[in-house]
């Protein structure tokens, strides 16, 4: 009696430990099963086709904000008498890229009494100003694009290098403190192997497509305004273009026709 009494004392801690091991392997078992159910992501190819709807999508588009305004602070003033202010055609981040040397700038211009706009393109790197100019406005409301002419005078702007510039509703040339403003920034980078060999024999409808896969801002805008300025009867590329506008804030100009 005695030995039977032993055995079983020294058997039910036994049992207990190896039932509580077996309870506790059941949470990891249905983790494991859990894990192995999860759908995968997609692939680059994939995202980039689901991409060409043209939807507005920038996923290479930088995320962290730079210091900038698209719109003035103050909107309404002598310079600016209705509701809709100077407007610069950038991202919410106030940075835009580009594969180009010498990209193009756009702009919503309101009705007002100033007659020029001034541009300014900065190194603030190196402290010194790379381009400005004055730009004659002829009064109407609309979008006004400003290319960065290519000549000897204007470096090209630098890879990677992110350049910062102003753009001044100019009310009073005696008295420039009651300019109205616009400021952002735009940076060049090189466009990759994947990049050009999707823009080979391709049309320029299509480039605007491919642009806006990569994330190029000032590149998608400049195709599809020159692609508008050569068919302007194509309803489609002006939903392209209100599609484009809206996608980063700027519904109240997404209308507005070029000048």
Same mark, same amino acid.
């Given at each position: 009696?005695?030995?039977?009494?032993?055995?079983?004392?020294?058997?039910?801690?036994?049992?207990?430990?190896?039932?509580?091991?077996?309870?506790?392997?059941?949470?990891?078992?249905?983790?494991?099963?859990?894990?192995?159910?999860?759908?995968?992501?997609?692939?680059?190819?994939?995202?980039?086709?689901?991409?060409?709807?043209?939807?507005?999508?920038?996923?290479?588009?930088?995320?962290?904000?730079?210091?900038?305004?698209?719109?003035?602070?103050?909107?309404?003033?002598?310079?600016?008498?209705?509701?809709?202010?100077?407007?610069?055609?950038?991202?919410?981040?106030?940075?835009?890229?580009?594969?180009?040397?010498?990209?193009?700038?756009?702009?919503?211009?309101?009705?007002?009494?100033?007659? =020029?706009?001034?541009?300014?393109?900065? %190194?603030?790197?190196?402290?010194?100003?790379?381009? !400005? /100019?004055? +730009? $004659?406005?002829? *009064?109407?409301?609309?979008?006004?694009?400003?290319?960065?002419?290519?000549?000897?005078?204007?470096?090209?702007?630098?890879?990677?290098?992110?350049?910062?510039?102003?753009?001044?509703?100019?009310?009073?040339?005696?008295?420039?403190?009651?300019?109205?403003?616009?400021?952002?920034?735009?940076?060049?980078?090189?466009?990759?192997?994947?990049?050009?060999?999707?823009?080979?024999?391709?049309?320029?409808?299509?480039?605007?497509?491919?642009?806006?896969?990569?994330?190029?801002?000032?590149?998608?805008?400049?195709?599809?305004? =020159?692609?508008?300025?050569?068919?302007? %009867?194509?309803?489609?590329?002006?939903?392209?273009? !209100? /599609?484009? +506008? $809206?996608?980063? *804030?700027?519904?109240?100009?997404?209308?507005?026709?070029?000048?």
């Amino acid at each position: 009696m005695t030995k039977k009494k032993t055995l079983k004392t020294v058997g039910k801690p036994y049992l207990t430990s190896l039932l509580s091991l077996l309870l506790c392997s059941l949470p990891m078992q249905a983790l494991g099963q859990q894990v192995n159910l999860t759908v995968p992501e997609l692939s680059r190819s994939t995202n980039l086709e689901a991409a060409s709807t043209l939807q507005a999508q920038l996923p290479d588009l930088p995320k962290r904000p730079r210091s900038g305004r698209r719109k003035p602070a103050s909107a309404r003033g002598p310079c600016s008498p209705s509701e809709k202010s100077i407007t610069a055609l950038i991202p919410t981040t106030n940075l835009g890229l580009t594969t180009r040397a010498y990209p193009t700038f756009f702009f919503y211009i309101p009705p007002t009494p100033a007659t =020029e706009m001034e541009f300014v393109l900065i %190194d603030e790197e190196n402290q010194r100003q790379i381009y !400005t /100019t004055i +730009l $004659k406005i002829a *009064g109407n409301s609309g979008i006004v694009s400003l290319n960065l002419p290519a000549t000897e005078n204007v470096p090209p702007l630098e890879m990677e290098k992110e350049y910062h510039w102003y753009a001044s509703l100019i009310c009073n040339h005696q008295q420039r403190s009651g300019d109205i403003y616009v400021d952002g920034w735009v940076q060049r980078v090189a466009p990759d192997s994947l990049l050009m060999g999707k823009l080979e024999n391709t049309s320029l409808t299509e480039q605007i497509t491919i642009y806006q896969e990569f994330g190029l801002w000032y590149d998608t805008l400049q195709a599809l305004d =020159e692609a508008r300025r050569l068919y302007p %009867d194509d309803s489609a590329l002006v939903a392209k273009w !209100t /599609t484009l +506008l $809206k996608s980063v *804030g700027l519904e109240d100009i997404a209308y507005e026709p070029p000048v």
